[in-house]
């Protein structure tokens, strides 16, 4: 039993960052690979970023690749998505996520989920 709580949401400008945390429960946290995912309106939900127990892999989506860093402190029991170079099309409910064991870009495929968090990029 995992249970996700997840901050850091607004509104931005484009071209700003933001950073969002998802503090987990439980005591082993490291043993289970963590993801960020994000759901606009009308469109299905679709991963961004996964990180591995230890943090040592990481999966990044194209469309966020090298402005996304996802990372994890183990113990804080916290994982993080800083945003940078945010584009209106980043608009979204992002979500953190967690899967037992190995990494997985599909929604289906984990076990916990956060309440999501409102992410709005001004244009």
């Known amino acids: 039993q995992v249970q996700l709580v997840e901050s850091g949401g607004g509104l931005v400008q484009a071209g700003g960052s933001l950073i969002l945390s998802c503090a987990a429960s439980?005591?082993?946290?490291?043993?289970?690979?963590m993801a960020w995912f994000r759901q606009a309106p009308g469109k299905e939900r679709d991963v961004v970023a996964t990180?591995?127990?230890?943090?040592?892999?990481?999966y990044y989506a194209d469309s966020v690749k090298g402005r996304f860093t996802i990372s994890r402190d183990n113990a804080k029991n916290t994982v993080y998505l800083q945003m940078n170079s945010l584009k209106p099309e980043d608009t979204a409910v992002y979500y953190c996520?967690?899967?037992?064991?190995?990494?997985?870009?599909?929604?289906?495929?984990?076990?916990?989920w956060g309440q999501g968090t409102q992410v709005t990029v001004s244009s």
């Open positions: 990180i591995s127990g230890s943090g040592g892999t990481t």
């Open positions: 996520a967690a899967r037992y064991g190995r990494l997985s870009g599909y929604a289906d495929q984990y076990d916990y």
């Open positions: 439980g005591r082993t946290f490291s043993e289970y690979g």
